[in-house]
């Protein structure tokens, strides 16, 4: 069993930035893919980043292209997410996730990730 803990969270003004962490409890963790999604109050789970595995394909959620950016530190084992120019409506809990199936190359589903964090709490104050 893999546990992913994410860090970073916190609180900022809009137009703000925030860098969110996440690393495996295994060193060794090598799966297809990891990413990020986020849950606001009352509504549901949805896709924010992910990455495959050797840096190949990135894929984002349309509401945050050109201002998240997700990337992976291979010798540090660390999946972040650089949150840039937040806005109010970014506000919720992002979870890290991973997933060991190729499907989850240039997707966003939630179904497709195996493993998932406690989550981070962003909050955006406008």
């Known amino acids: 069993q893999v546990q992913l803990v994410e860090s970073g969270g916190g609180s900022v003004q809009a137009g703000g930035s925030l860098r969110l962490s996440c690393r495996p409890s295994?060193?060794?963790?090598?799966?297809?893919?990891m990413g990020w999604f986020r849950q606001a109050p009352g509504k549901e789970r949805e896709g924010v980043a992910s990455i495959y595995h050797d840096g190949s394909t990135t894929t984002y959620a349309d509401p945050v292209k050109s201002r998240f950016t997700i990337s992976q530190d291979t010798m540090k084992n660390t999946l972040y997410l650089q949150m840039n120019n937040l806005q109010p409506e970014d506000t919720g809990m992002y979870y890290c996730?991973?997933?060991?199936?190729?499907?989850?190359?240039?997707?966003?589903?939630?179904?497709?990730?195996?493993?998932w964090g406690q989550g981070t709490q962003v909050t955006v104050a406008s």
């Open positions: 996730a991973a997933s060991p199936y190729n499907r989850c190359r240039g997707a966003l589903r939630g179904v497709d990730f195996r493993y």
């Open positions: 295994v060193d060794s963790y090598n799966g297809a893919c």
